[in-house]
């Protein structure tokens, strides 16, 4: 039986691919630009809005203060539920909710780690390595490797999120094994592997990636955001970066600490409730976007050779996420191009800044209409491996499945 998330899928030719390619509700837009398409960076400014687009930390601070009092408010919400097992069901939804609208604080600390929440440098790093922190994240560690992503966008080896393994991949300048994967793909077949890849990005896929780079590109190695040395790879970590790591460690730990202390003094019952559900949550949250705004069926990778900031920039795509995940996530999701283009520019000029950019550079600009839950089924079941094109520098998402 027909999957309901799926659709008609569409199928674009292409002599190089075993099955050809998937479309996705891009429409196969990214495999039509070439480089004489992609705009210069002064082309990019001019196109943005004249006006300050600079952060406010006023305005920021009550961007702050929104998140924060939302999250309150949840918490107060959820001291009224019994904590008994017959009340599970409710927790499970106390947890959608309260890692949903956590997800804003980690929305806030992703702006300060740019530097687009103040000018006040000194403020803007207190502000993000405390936020960071408390949702068990390595501050610094994460900003040189978000940084990277960004530099490296769809870079087949430089990449730092969601680099596609290769079919006979070189294990150099190629993450191998896509071969192995489109056959375990093919043996279990879509519905149970669709489900096993939505389970294993969305409850480990973050930790896995903290703790041992996964989904990055092959130049870093083996990578930890927690110890940047042996037995792992130092590559990803120069050595002001290294300092650094060791820095976001002590805001972990004492985090750490304190949730011990809390479930020592209060029970690991209300700990879970209260904190490791929502941030299982709040995890998924984050897999969900970084994966759906670089990743799709017909939006390919690409080697050095043919590679540039301009281009992994545009191969970010927008999604249409609803106007409450707007308002709660700081529009994060739909205007994710912009972003990848000007990451200085906060969230709260992202708007309108984007609506000048889709207007500037229509033909490069990526926007997927699919609605969220059927976009993640498509990405699951249909970006498994990647080939190389024939005579060229570009990396196509391989149909796993009989058309």
């Not at 990005?201 to 930790?207: E, S």
């Not at 000007?342 to 699919?370: G, Q, R």
């Not at 969220?372 to 024939?390: F, K, S």
């Amino acid at each position: 039986m027909k999957n309901p998330c799926e659709g008609n899928l569409k199928v674009l030719p292409n002599i190089n691919n075993l099955h050809g390619v998937t479309l996705s509700g891009l429409n196969g837009k990214a495999m039509e630009v070439t480089s004489n398409d992609l705009p210069g960076q002064a082309a990019i400014r001019d196109a943005l809005p004249k006006r300050d687009l600079s952060c406010n930390t006023i305005k920021s601070l009550a961007y702050l203060g929104q998140s924060i009092g939302i999250q309150l408010i949840v918490i107060y919400i959820g001291m009224s539920i019994p904590l008994t097992a017959g009340m599970l069901p409710i927790w499970i939804i106390y947890a959608l909710l309260s890692g949903t609208t956590a997800m804003g604080l980690w929305v806030i600390a992703h702006e300060c780690g740019h530097g687009a929440f103040s000018s006040n440098r000194s403020l803007e790093t207190a502000i993000g390595y405390v936020l960071h922190s408390l949702l068990l994240v390595p501050y610094f560690s994460w900003q040189r490797s978000h940084a990277i992503h960004h530099r490296f966008t769809n870079h087949i080896s430089n990449g730092e999120t969601h680099v596609p393994l290769v079919i006979n991949g070189d294990g150099d300048n190629e993450q191998p094994g896509g071969e192995r994967d489109l056959k375990t793909a093919r043996k279990l077949g879509r519905t149970p592997y669709g489900v096993f890849q939505l389970l294993m990005h969305l409850l480990i896929g973050w930790p896995a990636y903290l703790l041992a780079g996964k989904t990055g590109g092959p130049k870093h190695g083996i990578s930890n955001h927690f110890w940047p040395t042996t037995p792992f790879s130092k590559k990803l970590w120069p050595k002001i970066w290294a300092k650094k790591v060791w820095l976001s460690d002590w805001g972990i730990c004492l985090t750490l600490i304190a949730l011990i202390m809390w479930a020592t003094n209060y029970g690991l019952a209300i700990l879970t409730a209260f904190y490791i559900g929502p941030l299982l949550v709040v995890n998924a949250w984050l897999v969900i976007y970084t994966w759906l705004h670089h990743t799709d069926s017909d939006v390919p990778h690409f080697s050095e050779a043919d590679f540039s900031h301009t281009r992994g920039a545009f191969l970010s795509i927008d999604r249409p996420y609803g106007k409450i995940i707007d308002f709660l996530h700081h529009r994060i999701g739909s205007t994710h191009v912009l972003h990848h283009l000007a990451p200085l520019i906060p969230h709260y000029h992202a708007d309108k800044a984007t609506i000048s950019i889709k207007k500037a550079f229509p033909k490069v600009y990526l926007y997927n209409p699919t609605p969220i839950h059927q976009a993640l089924w498509h990405i699951a079941t249909n970006c498994i491996a990647v080939r190389r094109e024939e005579n060229g520098g570009r990396y196509i998402w391989q149909q796993p499945w009989s058309t």
